[in-house]
C-alpha cells in the first residue's frame, strides 16, 4: 500500500472520528437543553399562580430540543427541529433561522408549529413543517402602519402582525378584511394569512 493511500485512509479515519465527537457533543447539547427546559416547566407547575402561556412555551422548546439536532455522522447535512415564532424557528439552542416569507405564506405557519430545517452539503436551507399545532380561523380588519410598512389584523380586542409575503400574495389593501389563523389556545403575536375579504 502506497504512502499516499495510507494517508488518505488515516484523514478518512479522522474525519469520520471528529464528526463522531461532533454528533455526541451535539446530543449533549440537546439533552441539557431538554433538561433545562422540563426543570423550567416544573418549576412554574410548583408557582401558586401557573403562567399557563409561559409553561406551554416552556414545555413546547422541550419538545423541540428532544426531537432536536441531529447531524448525520458522515457529515453531509444538519438537521434541525424548532418552533415557529411568527417569522423565524427557534432551534433547541436558541438559535433563530430566517424562515423565507414566501414558504411561511404559502404554508400557513403558525406560532407554535414545529419545523424541520435541512442544512444540506452545499449549504442549501431546506424547511418542513412537522408538527402542525392547532389553530382557530377568524376574521379581521387589514390595518397597514405608513410608518413602518408593517401590516396587522385587528380586530376589537387583538393585533396580529403579519407578514408582508402573505398579505402581498393575496393583493390585500387597508381597509380590507383578512382571514386568519392563530393558535387555538393562548395569545399570539403573529397571524397566518387565510385568505383577503376585499371591501367594496
Known amino acids: 500500500m502506497s504512502q499516499k493511500k495510507k494517508q488518505n ?24 437543553n431538554t433538561q433545562s427546559n422540563i426543570k423550567r416547566a416544573l418549576e412554574m407547575l410548583n408557582e401558586k399562580n401557573v403562567d399557563y402561556s409561559n409553561l406551554l412555551a416552556s414545555l413546547k422548546n422541550a419538545k423541540a430540543a428532544t426531537q432536536g439536532l441531529t447531524q448525520d455522522l458522515d457529515g453531509k447535512e444538519r438537521i434541525i427541529e424548532g418552533v415557529f415564532n411568527g417569522e423565524k424557528m427557534i432551534g433547541p439552542d436558541g438559535v433563530e433561522y430566517n424562515v423565507p416569507a414566501n414558504y411561511a405564506s404559502k404554508s400557513k405557519l403558525v406560532e407554535g408549529d414545529i419545523l424541520k430545517l435541512t442544512i444540506a452539503g452545499n449549504g442549501s436551507f431546506i424547511f418542513k413543517q412537522i408538527g402542525p399545532s392547532d389553530r382557530k380561523q377568524l376574521v379581521a380588519n387589514l390595518v397597514k402602519d405608513e410608518m413602518t410598512g408593517d401590516w396587522y389584523a385587528v380586530d376589537e380586542k387583538h393585533r396580529w402582525k ?27 403575536s403573529w397571524a397566518a394569512v ?4 376585499k371591501v367594496v
Open 9 to 32: 485512509d488515516f484523514d478518512i479515519e479522522t474525519n469520520q472520528t471528529q464528526n463522531q465527537e461532533e454528533s455526541l457533543g451535539l446530543v449533549k447539547e440537546i439533552l441539557e
Open 162 to 188: 403579519l407578514l408582508t409575503a402573505s398579505v402581498t400574495y393575496f393583493h390585500g389593501q387597508a381597509g380590507d378584511e383578512v382571514v386568519i389563523l392563530v393558535p387555538k389556545d393562548g395569545g399570539s
Open 194 to 197: 387565510e385568505n383577503v375579504i
